[in-house]
């Protein structure tokens, strides 16, 4: 069983930026793929970014290419999303999510490939 929990969220206007941290606990956290999703008000929920167990790929959703970077620091079993140039569109409670592969590399774009979710964290872009 693994915990995770967001910060870093809140309140910003456009054009800002934020980093998002999530902490893993409980089992090892660098043992997992991870994953960023975001969900709006009367939206699903929505891919941002994954990157794998270890670190060495990522990939990010393309409508957010170049705002937003996924990293992990595993000496802290801890995953960033770092989001720049913020819009009012990217209003959301983001939330991050672990998926146990065993395999490095590997990395998960569905939110059924991952087995521990955070509680979320929220987003505010103000105009």
């Known amino acids: 069983q693994v915990q995770l929990v967001e910060s870093g969220g809140g309140l910003v206007q456009a054009g800002g930026s934020l980093r998002l941290s999530c902490t893993a606990s409980g089992r090892t956290g660098s043992n997992y793929a991870m994953g960023w999703f975001r969900q709006a008000p009367e939206k699903g929920r929505q891919f941002v970014a994954a990157?794998?167990?270890?670190?060495?790929?990522?990939y990010h959703v393309d409508s957010l290419k170049g705002r937003f970077t996924i990293s992990r620091d595993n000496a802290k079993s801890t995953v960033y999303l770092q989001m720049n140039s913020l819009k009012p569109e990217d209003t959301a409670v983001y939330y991050c999510?672990?998926?146990?592969?065993?395999?490095?590399?590997?990395?998960?774009?569905?939110?059924?490939?991952?087995?521990?979710w955070g509680q979320g964290t929220q987003v505010t872009v103000s105009s």
């Open positions: 990157i794998s167990r270890g670190g060495g790929n990522t």
């Open positions: 999510a672990a998926n146990p592969s065993p395999t490095d590399g590997s990395i998960y774009t569905l939110s059924k490939s991952y087995d521990y």
